[in-house]
Every structure is written in structure tokens, then in C-alpha cells.
């Protein structure tokens, strides 16, 4: 089946620091890459939408500014955590569609904790 | 507005009997399609079964299936013979906006279920 990976799979990283979370679909194309937050406990929270090649489409309530979603290509989607604060400590977790609508995949999820 | 609701916050089963989470939706989009993912502990997501809309029959995906009553916008999901390794996170999930490009997934609030032996 297809599959997604995330790296890191944990961060920690101090406050007011950036922090950089990679989401590859490794044997697919992935023209829309999604980006969830979880918080303990909860369910997932859609944040943004990636398209390739152009800018993401960012759910209500989510500030652009400080989570910068890039996909660069393909099979690559990034989600940078702009001057993080440890409200912002989550599990963090993409999902890729690799062709039709009924077919995404998730990725592992990656725990950040900002200190 | 799509909506999920999961109402079952946890269930405590004993080991080998059936269980069902209940999963209940609102949408005003014609065409949609309803899935149920697993969480464990580490995390990861795994899928389980999908319903679409306009399918005729329940899904059915080994020892998951899903109950359909699309009147009573239920998606209520059966596991039969229950075993230990189903304790975990369940999530009922909607794709919202139809067969768009710009369709999404939305979860529920999830059901945490325990198997007892």
C-alpha cells in the first residue's frame, strides 16, 4: 500500500525557535497533502491544504503567519512552526491523497513539544 | 456546515464479543463518503473501511463492517469477535465537498475502546 512518512518523528525545541516538519509520499504522487493537529486526547484537527505548486488553503482560526505550509514537489509537503510557544506542543500529522478521493494516507505523525 | 458526531467517548468490551461504535454525520453535499480510522498508542492512523454514499451495500472489510442508514445519516461501525489488539482510538471520519479536488477529511471526536480478556 502506499505509504507516507514524517521526520522527525519527535522535536523539541525551545520557545520562540522554528521548527521544520517534513511529510514525503514515498512510492506515489501526491497532488494535495493535508496537515492535522492533535492535541492529548482529542481528535484531528484539519489545519491546511497543500496543493503542489501552490499556496496552501488554511482551515478558520489557523494563522498562515505562523504555521508555513510549502509543497515543493510531488511526493514533498513541509510545515514549518514559525516562533513556537508551548501552546503550540502538539502531534502533528499529514496525510496525503494519491489519486482518487477516497484514497488517503497518513503519515506517522510527529510529536512536537516547544519548551 | 459537515459535521461528525461520535457519542460513545469509551467502550469497555469483553474480548470475543461484537462491538458497535456509533457514528452519526450531517452534510448537505448529495455525494460524500464516510470512513473509520483506528489510532493506537503510537499514534499512526490506520484505515479501516469506506463507505461511499451512493453505495448500495454496507462495506465490509474482514472482521469490520459498517452499518449504513443513510435516512438516519448513521455510519455506525461492527467489529465482530473482538480481540485485545482492537483496544485503541476509533475515529468515524467524513470526506466533506463531494468528489472535489478540494474535498477533506473530517473526524469525529473519537471512541476509546478497551478490550477486556
Known amino acids: 500500500g502506499a505509504v507516507v512518512s514524517q521526520h522527525p518523528s519527535r522535536v523539541i525545541c525551545k520557545s520562540g525557535t522554528s521548527v521544520k516538519i517534513e511529510c514525503r509520499s514515498l512510492d506515489f504522487q501526491a497532488t494535495t497533502m493535508f496537515w492535522y493537529r492533535q492535541f492529548p486526547k482529542q481528535s484531528l484537527m484539519l489545519m491546511a491544504t497543500?496543493?503542489?505548486?501552490?499556496?496552501?488553503?488554511?482551515e478558520q482560526g489557523v494563522e498562515k503567519d505562523k504555521f508555513l505550509i510549502n509543497h515543493a514537489s510531488l511526493t514533498l509537503s513541509t510545515l514549518t512552526v514559525t516562533s513556537a510557544h508551548p501552546e503550540d506542543s502538539s502531534f502533528y500529522i499529514c496525510?496525503?491523497?494519491?489519486?482518487?478521493?477516497?484514497?488517503?494516507?497518513f503519515g506517522p505523525g510527529t510529536r512536537l513539544t516547544v519548551t | 456546515a459537515q459535521k461528525i458526531t461520535q457519542t460513545q467517548p469509551g467502550m469497555f468490551v469483553q474480548e470475543k464479543e461484537a462491538v458497535t461504535l456509533d457514528c452519526t454525520y450531517d452534510?448537505?453535499?448529495?455525494?460524500?463518503?464516510l470512513f473509520w480510522y483506528k489510532q493506537p498508542s503510537s499514534g499512526e492512523m490506520i484505515f479501516l473501511i469506506y463507505q461511499g454514499s451512493y453505495d448500495q451495500q454496507n462495506a465490509t472489510e474482514g472482521r469490520y463492517s459498517l452499518n449504513f442508514q443513510k435516512a438516519r445519516k448513521s455510519a455506525n461501525l461492527v467489529i465482530s469477535a473482538s480481540q485485545l489488539g482492537d483496544s485503541a482510538m476509533y475515529f468515524c471520519?467524513?470526506?466533506?465537498?463531494?468528489?472535489?479536488?478540494?474535498?477533506?477529511?473530517?473526524f469525529g471526536s473519537g471512541t476509546r475502546l478497551s478490550i477486556r480478556p
Open positions: 497543500s496543493n503542489e505548486g501552490s499556496k496552501a488553503t488554511y
Open positions: 496525510s496525503a491523497r494519491a489519486g482518487t478521493v477516497y484514497e488517503q494516507y
Open positions: 471520519a467524513m470526506r466533506a465537498s463531494g468528489y472535489s479536488s478540494a474535498s477533506k477529511i473530517i
Open positions: 452534510t448537505s453535499d448529495p455525494s460524500y463518503g
